[in-house]
């Protein structure tokens, strides 16, 4: 694999129940991130979590949870995220939003990768 250079990462710390607007949250995040021409937007529902009000959510069979933790993660240039984040202001009002800087890496012909040990 080869650089591509840095980029920032953000992420948003959700539950899968928090909506705007009749819709949820996370989707209302992506759609805009689509819509301001960022590089990618996707959503991971987890398994188990809890934030700020310490109560767990859990999928397990027995405590089924219907507001599951969900992160939504972007990936594009530090400028272009940075960019982002007035609209991001508007739709968070409560949850955690990340920031970080990331290698991209792109995925190359297996010939040029080296093996390992030489």
Same mark, same amino acid.
């Given at each position: 694999?080869?650089?591509?250079?840095? @980029? *920032?990462?953000?992420?948003?710390?959700?539950? !899968?129940?928090?909506?705007?607007?009749?819709?949820?949250?996370?989707? !209302?995040?992506?759609?805009?991130?689509?819509?301001?021409?960022?590089?990618? @937007? &996707?959503?991971? #529902?987890?398994?188990?979590?809890?934030?700020?009000? &310490?109560?767990?959510?859990? $999928?397990?069979?027995? &405590?089924?949870?219907?507001? =599951? %933790?969900?992160?939504?993660?972007?990936?594009?240039? @530090? /400028?272009?995220? #940075? @960019?982002?984040? %007035?609209?991001?202001? /508007? =739709?968070?009002? /409560?949850?955690?939003?990340? =920031?970080?800087?990331? +290698?991209? *890496?792109?995925? $190359?012909? !297996?010939? !040029?990768? %080296? +093996?390992? $040990?030489?």
């Amino acid at each position: 694999m080869k650089s591509c250079g840095r @980029a *920032l990462r953000l992420t948003v710390y959700l539950g !899968e129940r928090d909506t705007w607007h009749h819709r949820p949250r996370y989707a !209302e995040i992506v759609r805009r991130a689509h819509r301001a021409g960022l590089a990618g @937007a &996707s959503v991971f #529902r987890g398994v188990e979590g809890f934030g700020a009000s &310490s109560v767990v959510h859990t $999928g397990r069979l027995l &405590s089924l949870s219907e507001d =599951l %933790p969900v992160a939504v993660v972007v990936v594009d240039a @530090a /400028e272009r995220v #940075r @960019a982002f984040l %007035p609209q991001l202001d /508007e =739709l968070v009002d /409560e949850g955690l939003v990340t =920031l970080d800087e990331v +290698e991209v *890496l792109e995925p $190359g012909d !297996e010939a !040029e990768t %080296p +093996e390992p $040990g030489r």
